[in-house]
Nanobody, 137 residues
């Protein structure tokens, strides 16, 4: 079993920045073969993929965040961490942000992962509890 824990959410004014972090814990064999991604869900809106990163560091982003968000990972021998640096934040970025881990994230860009993640019972294996991001003046 793998446990994901997000941190770094909070309130920020439009144009500001926040960095989210997600740490995956669990047995090494359980974490092997996993890649990670960030999703978000605002009230009344379907969950959408924000950014994904594969095992070689290849990244993909939702069109709405390209050029402003940066996903990165720190995968040491016994760690699996992913960060999301969010710059030039807009009000519409207000949402709960979730990190996810699954071998499928190693294979697909964030756009198809949004569809995969929505499949009942066949989505992504592991999800964090989420962290709230609020962008307001």
């Amino acid at each position: 079993q793998v446990h994901l824990a997000e941190s770094g959410g909070g309130s920020v004014e439009p144009g500001g920045s926040l960095t989210l972090s997600c740490v995956a814990s669990g047995h090494t064999y359980a974490r092997a073969g996993l890649c990670m991604a960030w999703f978000r869900q605002a009230p009344g809106v379907e969950r959408e993929g924000v950014a994904a990163i594969d095992s070689e560091g290849k990244t993909s982003y939702a069109d709405s965040v390209k050029g402003r968000f940066i996903i990165s990972q720190d995968n040491g021998k016994n760690t699996l961490n992913v960060n999301l640096q969010m710059n030039s934040l807009k009000r519409e970025a207000t949402a709960i942000y979730y990190c996810a881990a699954d071998p499928k994230i190693c294979l697909y860009d964030i756009q198809p992962l949004t569809i995969i993640a929505a499949r009942p019972g066949k989505g992504l294996d592991y999800w964090g509890q989420g962290t709230q991001v609020t962008v307001s003046s």
